[in-house]
């Protein structure tokens, strides 16, 4: 079974440009998970999704990022325009439902974004 | 707000050593407590997960406890190999399927 995929990898941008990072969760999983790791700290969820609809997004900068999944599947995560302080790894997660004691959440190898 | 801390934050031990990583959380109010491992430059692997109402887990040589009340887990590595080394990080999820992350314990194995 396939695990969850992102793309990127690494990406290397100078400040006020836009970034997109995608996002391909685990086939079955409804709930998707966009996390921010600084280095040497743990992942913060950024947003996170049920099916296409985006039930937390509390701790998702709105002035400058926007995340999408439009059908329910994929997902993409941009940041426009990009500052200094974004350089970090962004990682997806998916499970295979949001609430509820038995979910696991599986982790993407992330894209590391570093913003000269 | 609830708050995980992880000790030690680094740990160097000898190849064959048993050890123990420790992870503590504010809230006890749980779901469930995951510990991942992540290599450098990598996403996070997850080791084990342990449900509020499970006291532990077991998967080969890792066995990970769960005290909610006292809202404490360790994660015991047995008969460590160079291979274990990596940044263990210990995360707990309550209500709303947010996870909260500890800053993680860095581990390095010496053949």
């Known amino acids: 079974e396939a695990g969850v995929v992102q793309s990127p990898r690494y990406k290397i941008i100078e400040k006020k440009q836009p970034v997109a990072f995608w996002c391909n969760p685990i086939?079955?999983?409804?709930?998707l998970y966009w996390y921010l790791q600084n280095l040497g700290q743990g992942p913060e969820l950024l947003i996170r999704?049920?099916?296409?609809?985006?039930?937390?997004d509390s701790q998702l900068p709105k002035d400058r990022f926007s995340a999408e999944r439009l059908k329910g599947v994929d997902s993409t995560l941009k940041i426009q325009p990009a500052e200094l302080g974004d350089s970090a790894v962004y990682l997806c997660?998916?499970?295979?439902?949001?609430?509820?004691?038995?979910?696991?959440?599986?982790f993407g190898p992330g894209t590391r974004l570093t913003v000269l | 707000k609830q708050e995980v801390t992880q000790i030690p934050a680094a740990l160097s031990v000898p190849e064959g050593e048993n050890l123990v990583l420790n992870c503590s959380f504010t809230d006890s109010a749980i779901y469930n407590l995951q510990w991942f491992r992540q290599d450098p430059g990598k996403g996070l692997t997850s080791l084990l997960l342990i449900q509020s109402s499970q006291r532990e887990q077991t998967s080969g040589r890792l066995n990970a406890s769960l005290d909610k009340s006292s809202g404490r887990s360790t994660l015991y590595i047995a008969a460590s190999q160079p291979g274990d080394s990596a940044t263990y990080l210990c995360a707990v999820r309550a209500s709303g399927s947010r996870l909260t992350f500890g800053e993680g314990t860095q581990l390095t194995v010496n053949p």
């Open positions: 999704y049920e099916n296409e609809e985006a039930v937390d």
């Open positions: 086939s079955g999983h409804n709930t």
């Open positions: 997660a998916s499970s295979p439902r949001g609430e509820g004691s038995y979910n696991e959440q599986f």
